[in-house]
């Protein structure tokens, strides 16, 4: 687990996991800001969530595609 300095690491509910990769697997790469508040307000309604989360996730998402891709 990383350490983080400002808090506890953010940690997603099985609901906002569910609609990221849907959104990932329609095509989503790299949202911008307002897709970016569009996701959060969303989101929100599952759990505590912020933009920046939703845009460390997706690439997060992208660098471990990227990863299995290399190995396989």
């Not at 350490?3 to 790469?29: A, F, K, V």
């Amino acid at each position: 687990v990383e350490s983080h300095p400002g808090g506890t690491r953010w940690n997603p509910t099985q609901e906002q996991i569910g609609i990221l990769e849907m959104l990932y697997r329609g095509g989503m790469r790299t949202p911008n800001a307002q897709q970016i508040e569009q996701i959060t307000l969303q989101l929100g309604k599952y759990g505590k969530i912020e933009g920046k989360n939703v845009f460390y996730w997706f690439q997060n998402h992208k660098a471990r595609e990227r990863q299995k891709q290399k190995r396989s």
